[in-house]
């Protein structure tokens, strides 16, 4: 059997690991459920039972996500994602407060992805190094940051018309077409920019590997200039 090319084998890790860091595409479908259960149920009878259904769909997923031994971390944030916007619909009294939360949420993400950008650490790059242990070397090659930048922008762009569209549509009570744009807006946008995402961490990472190759045969250069002008290292010499 024909094994794979290096770099494919180098680049599904980084697939893998950055896909179950968000969940994984169940925990992207996952989110949108206590979503649509707020919603429907909000539609057919008042909003407390809707708060309570969107509660109880998020602890359902949570319990699955446990059963089936995935990772709790999505689930966990999630749920207290929905509990933070359920208790903001109570306190507010009207539906559309379920959406409050996640609104204000994008604009301090997006905010955050685009500030980093303008100070050279790409939110990105950096995450990516501290999950990876990879560490920050590839902030010493601009393609590798440009990479970076690119993929940093998309989720600001991303955060920042998720604001843009749900703080427009929250401003005039259209509470239905609020949900339908938190659920259209999530993890249809999340999968464009994770498709960029993935595109920078496979660029970034070829370009360090080869930084390193370049790092090493310099080295060996060198050292091999020292050995024709000096003769062999005194250990070597005095070996025999």
Request: hydrophobic share 50%.
């Amino acid at each position: 059997m024909t094994e794979p090319p290096q770099d494919a084998k180098a680049d599904a890790p980084e697939r893998r690991t950055l896909l179950q860091e968000m969940g994984g595409i169940s925990g992207l479908i996952y989110s949108t459920v206590p979503v649509l259960v707020f919603v429907l149920v909000n539609s057919v009878s008042s909003l407390n039972p809707a708060i309570w259904a969107a509660l109880g769909s998020a602890a359902v997923i949570t319990v699955v996500r446990i059963v089936r031994k995935q990772s709790l971390q999505p689930a966990i944030s999630g749920f207290f994602g929905v509990a933070i916007a359920a208790f903001i619909a109570y306190r507010t009294g009207s539906a559309k407060g379920f959406f409050l939360f996640g609104i204000w949420a994008s604009l301090v993400y997006g905010s955050l992805f685009g500030l980093s950008i303008l100070i050279r650490w790409p939110l990105v790059g950096v995450i990516w190094g501290a999950l990876n242990g990879h560490g920050q070397k590839w902030r010493s090659d601009r393609r590798a940051m440009f990479a970076y930048d690119l993929a940093t922008l998309s989720w600001a762009v991303v955060f920042g018309a998720r604001f843009v569209v749900q703080r427009w549509l929250y401003d005039e009570d259209l509470t239905g077409w609020l949900a339908f744009a938190r659920i259209a807006m999530g993890w249809p946008l999340t999968a464009a920019a994770l498709a960029v995402t993935l595109w920078a961490v496979r660029r970034a990472g070829h370009l360090v590997r080869q930084l390193a190759e370049q790092a090493e045969a310099d080295d060996q250069a060198v050292e091999a200039k020292l050995r024709a002008k000096y003769g062999q290292p005194a250990s070597e010499s005095g070996a025999g």
